[in-house]
């Protein structure tokens, strides 16, 4: 049984009827398919259209498949073109002539983008739990780094020395953007296109409102020609989805470089890492590497969705069947992603004398400029003369702590013994106080705002 075989009188080809169904995918949406039903039931009855015995028999039949979906005993037949398909067939079949009346007013475009809608939002609340769990976990390294220094990077090139928590809480604030951000969208996910047709809108006298409350939804979609067209939401999730690949990609790629032998900053556990199948000695940060991966697979699937939808024009076109396979993919990615990710972090051993062997004199450079700051000279002046204290150091093949001060004073009469101290790092991490800055005080200040919003958060 199709749901419109009326109008045709040969059958649809074979290939074609593969290509055209969507129950493969879509049978994800089963309970949220039900549940659209049972909401559009008690509607019919609110407008007079269902009797009191149809409504109940309706929603005992309804009950009933969502019990079989739930127990996995649900059995689809070849003639199951999708989701909503299969649900009114079972239900035509459990309780006979009052299933033929759950159609009314209603259309499959309206239908799918409520159950589609229905499902983002059970799925956004299980990323936001997987995702502060992450966040969970570069706070307890953070807290554990204590004051230990590593090596701060821009190019790539060594900078200047920060506090290893400090890096590591660089990590946390993009994921608390991405888990705002898909807060944010919850307001637009939550809007109800049930009620509005196959696009101009339902003849049933149903109340709205009173739909999308009871289903959960903050308001009624306004718009029935936007409503079954509308797929923002979608490629704004696929965005959300990206922009965490993007972050956790970031994260992963430092961590890919700094468990290398070269950088040796940190030591992956063994639960997270994997062998070579010829070289014995290898030990691969293979988790890191498929969060970088994915991030570029993510990103496909939203260029994906974008392109499909560039092209349409409004309101309902079979086009938009494709939206809903990356969407699901791009969940269950992350879903294992996040919460691989949380554990390799919270495993992950740092190397604090690695990381400190990794820190020369040049990266005080700044702090020598800042010192004759200090001493009344303009930083435009500084500038210059730090650059040439750092060549004559090169030259020299010497730190810049191992200069002489003659050597100094040559370069600029202002520089006294005191200037040594510019060298220690701990001096020059100390120096950068201000708010969001890598001292111990105000990377503690940092820990404790990111620890109060995150367990408020839980509350
Ligand atoms: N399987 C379709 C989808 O996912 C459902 C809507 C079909 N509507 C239609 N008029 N054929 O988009």
Known sequence: MTLWGGRFSQKVDDMAWMLNSSLPVDQRMALQDVEGSLAWANGLHGAGILSDAERDAIVHGLNLVKQEFSSGEFIFVPSDEDIHTAVERRLTELIGAPAGKLHTGRSRNDQVATDFRLWMLSAIPQLDSALMKVQSALIEQAEKAGETIMPGYTHLQRAQPILLAHWWL???????????????????????????????????????????????????????????????????????????????????????????????????????????????????????????????????????????????????????????????????TLLVMLPVIAGAISTITPKPERMRAAIDSTMMATDLADYLVGKGIPFRETHAIAGKAVRAAIE????????????????????????????????????????????????????????????????
């Open 170 to 332: 660089s990590h946390f604030h993009p994921l608390q953007r991405d888990r705002a951000r898909l807060k944010d969208l919850t307001a637009r996910v939550s809007i109800l296109p049930l009620g509005c047709g196959a696009l101009a809108g339902t003849p049933v006298d149903v109340n709205r409102a009173a739909l999308a409350e009871s289903l959960g939804f903050e308001q009624a979609a306004p718009n029935s020609l936007d409503a079954v067209s509308d797929r923002d939401f979608a490629a704004e999730f696929l965005f959300c989805a990206t922009m965490i690949g993007i972050h956790l990609s970031k994260l992963s790629e430092q961590l890919v470089l700094y468990t290398s032998a070269e950088f040796g900053f940190f030591e992956l556990s063994d639960a997270y890492s994997t062998g070579s199948s010829l070289m014995q000695q290898k030990k691969n940060p293979d988790m890191f590497e498929l969060t970088r991966g994915k991030a570029g697979t993510l990103l496909g699937m939203l260029t994906g969705l974008l392109a499909t939808l560039k092209g349409l024009p409004s309101t309902y076109d079979k086009d938009l069947q494709e939206d809903k396979a990356p969407v699901f993919a791009a969940t269950d």
């Open 396 to 459: 020299k093949k010497i730190g810049m702590e191992q200069m002489s001060l003659a050597e100094y004073q040559a370069l600029c009469p202002a520089f006294e013994a005191d200037v040594y101290q510019v060298f220690d790092p701990m001096e020059s991490i100390k120096r950068r106080n201000a708010i969001g800055g890598t001292s111990p005080e105000s990377v503690k200040l940092q820990l404790d705002g990111v620890k109060r919003l995150l367990s408020f958060e839980k509350s």
